[in-house]
């Protein structure tokens, strides 16, 4: 009993965490770049790129001259590039961070934030990451989600 109570008490930090990183982008197409925990130490090349739906695919796109620049999205994109349209499903990208970024449709539903976050934590494959690494909440925390959401639905 005290392990369960435990594990609802890190998903309900969870929780809040993720709606605090969630950072809305302001320019343009409605996108938004998520600050997905899970991914806090998860690197990716500069360049990485992943469209995770087809449709996506040409919408990032070398930031021309005088096209603002848009510092919440730059935090999820290699330098120059920008969004010139709403995304219809996940896309993971590098930064000039080092690390793996989500970005998606702007969205304050926690489900849709999680999965655009989870999507890119399987592309970037940060489980595998983690090996040899102390931190190991973020699989658990995955794994624990799944688990609390398949049951409340
Ligand atoms: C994103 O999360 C990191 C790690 O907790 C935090 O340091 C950073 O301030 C967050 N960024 C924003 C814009 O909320
Ligand atoms: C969030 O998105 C999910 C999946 O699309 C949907 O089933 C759910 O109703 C949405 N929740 C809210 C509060 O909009």
């Known amino acids: 009993m005290g392990v369960l109570r435990i594990g609802f008490l890190n998903l309900f930090i969870y929780f809040c965490c993720v709606f605090l990183y ?7 197409q409605n996108n938004m770049c998520f600050n997905c925990t ?5 690197r990716a090349s500069k360049h990485y790129l992943k ?3 087809k449709e996506d ?9 005088g096209d603002a620049s848009d510092p919440l999205m730059d935090k999820c994109l290699d330098d120059g590039y920008t969004i010139k349209e ?14 793996c970024h989500a970005i998606g449709e702007a969205t304050t539903n926690f489900s849709i934030s999680y999965t655009h976050c989870g999507n890119c934590y399987i592309e970037c494959d940060c489980y595998n ?8 909440e973020g699989p658990i925390i995955l ?3 799944l688990a609390a959401f ?4």
């Open 143 to 145: 794994t624990m989600f």
């Open 150 to 153: 398949y049951t409340l639905i």
């Open 51 to 53: 469209y995770g739906y």
């Open 129 to 136: 990451q983690e090996n040899g690494n102390d931190r190991r």
């Open 22 to 28: 969630s950072v809305p982008n302001v320019s343009g």
């Open 38 to 42: 899970d991914l806090i130490d998860c």
């Open 57 to 65: 695919k040409g919408k990032v796109v070398p930031r021309k001259p």
């Open 86 to 99: 709403t995304l219809k499903g996940t896309v993971c990208s590098g930064s000039s961070d080092g690390f």
